[in-house]
């Protein structure tokens, strides 16, 4: 079976192996082709990250040719010796270096940005928060739909869908006017 694994960087590795080769001694013969180490390895196939060591690819649903993301998990320690989300500190990296993205996010959530420039262990900790929120408040939508739509003949039921339905289109629009026209939602200076 011959498996392809690219990485954020753009640089791949062609492995031929058995289909009941387990997942750790694949991740050892890739420590070999890319000089990442096991513990750091991060395997990825069609968006789903492979966790257990000991399955074998075919258990993993990894067929013939496939194309796996091999990723390198980087364990920052904060102050108090804990390691940080490699996804939050990514971010948090990012806000630092753009100075734009830093002044808004220290009008539109201070408490954050304060976070990131002196705390990434607290940075990581309230954008876990602020996502758990966000999901939380998904959750709450999906329910209200369902109890709106248990009902087809309740006309209050009906107009609350309407609007619901209404505000999603006004957020669409707002989403497509921000990408294709940000012109309209700010100053332009010509030269």
Do not use: C, W
Request: net charge negative.
């Amino acid at each position: 079976m011959q498996l392809t694994f690219v990485t954020d960087l753009g640089q791949s590795y062609t492995v031929d192996i058995d289909p009941d080769m387990e997942l750790e001694n694949v991740m050892a013969l890739l420590e070999a082709e890319s000089s990442i180490p096991p513990s750091e390895q991060s395997i990825s196939h069609n968006g789903r990250e492979l966790t257990d060591p000991k399955a074998t690819i075919r258990a993993l649903g990894v067929g013939e040719h496939a194309m796996l993301l091999l990723r390198r998990r980087v364990n920052v320690p904060g102050p108090e010796g804990r390691p940080i989300e490699q996804d939050a500190e990514m971010m948090r990296l990012q806000v630092l270096g753009d100075p734009r993205l830093m002044r808004q996010l220290q009008e539109t959530q201070p408490e954050i940005a304060s976070a990131a420039q002196s705390n990434p262990t607290r940075f990581a900790e309230l954008l876990r928060q602020h996502r758990e929120r966000a999901q939380q408040a998904e959750v709450v939508r999906q329910r209200e739909i369902t109890a709106l739509n248990a009902d087809p003949f309740d006309v209050e039921a009906q107009h609350r869908i309407e609007e619901a339905i209404r505000q999603q289109a006004v957020m669409e629009n707002m989403e497509h006017a921000l990408e294709y026209s940000p012109e309209a939602f700010g100053r332009v200076t010509m030269l």
